[in-house]
């Protein structure tokens, strides 16, 4: 069964470094996304990318964040200048054309800044 | 008041037994609904959706009553493999899905 991945499982920053997640969406996804989940508490959306693009962001998505689709396959998210806030499991997901809510989620990677 | 409202639980029910959850939502302009299900730990994973005039899936009923702005869940003949965090998910049109917290299910031998 084709699976979204996603790496590293787990990387440990010291606040102020930059991190960058990557993510290997479903081959034939058209949409893709990612999401945080902090410790206890619930999944909050962060950005969606469609046709090389940003289509939407949630106000947690600021200037410290950035997303990019360096090749066909890759899907990464950029975070400039960690804060100990960051600290959290960050989810990238994937869905083709169709309902907006039918997403396949990658295992996470789990994000501690120090 | 929250966009997404669940009971956050833990119910703890014996093995075989129905159990049901429910979960309110704020906006009305609320488009699309969906029951994920989270492994302590792991991703959250598709469910099933919910339809307007409901919809079943095995031992998995969901329905969704627009006027009072909630969407249930009712597992019947629940089983070991049931234990996990039942998350409540609204999509109002848009790229964005608004997840509740979660309602935490123990199926217990």
């Known amino acids: 069964e084709p699976e979204v991945t996603q790496t590293p499982s787990h990387q440990v920053t010291q606040m102020g470094q930059e991190v960058i997640l990557r993510c290997v969406p479903i081959s034939n996804h058209l949409y893709f996304y990612w999401y945080r989940q902090i410790l206890g508490q619930k999944v909050e959306f962060l950005v969606s990318f469609y046709n090389n693009e940003i289509s939407e962001k949630s106000e947690i998505f600021d200037d410290q964040f950035s997303v990019e689709r360096p090749d066909g396959s890759n899907f990464t998210l950029k975070i400039r200048s960690t804060k100990l806030e960051d600290s959290a499991m960050y989810f990238c997901?994937?869905?083709?054309?169709?309902?907006?809510?039918?997403?396949?989620f990658g295992e996470g990677s789990r994000l501690t800044v120090l | 008041r929250k966009e997404v409202e669940q009971d956050p639980g833990p119910f703890n029910v014996p093995e075989g037994a129905t159990v049901a959850f429910n979960c309110t939502y704020s906006n009305s302009a609320s488009q699309s609904f969906f029951w994920y299900r989270q492994d302590c730990r792991k991703e959250p994973k598709l469910l099933m959706s919910v339809y307007s005039s409901g919809n079943e899936d095995g031992r998995f009923t969901a329905q969704l009553n627009r006027a009072s702005q909630y969407i249930s869940l009712l597992i019947r003949d629940s089983k070991l493999s049931d234990s996990a965090t039942y998350l409540c998910?609204?999509?109002?049109?848009?790229?964005?899905?608004?997840f509740g917290t979660g309602t935490r299910l123990t199926i217990i031998p």
């Open positions: 998910v609204v999509n109002n049109g848009n790229e964005k899905l608004t």
């Open positions: 997901a994937s869905r083709q054309e169709g309902s907006a809510g039918e997403l396949f």
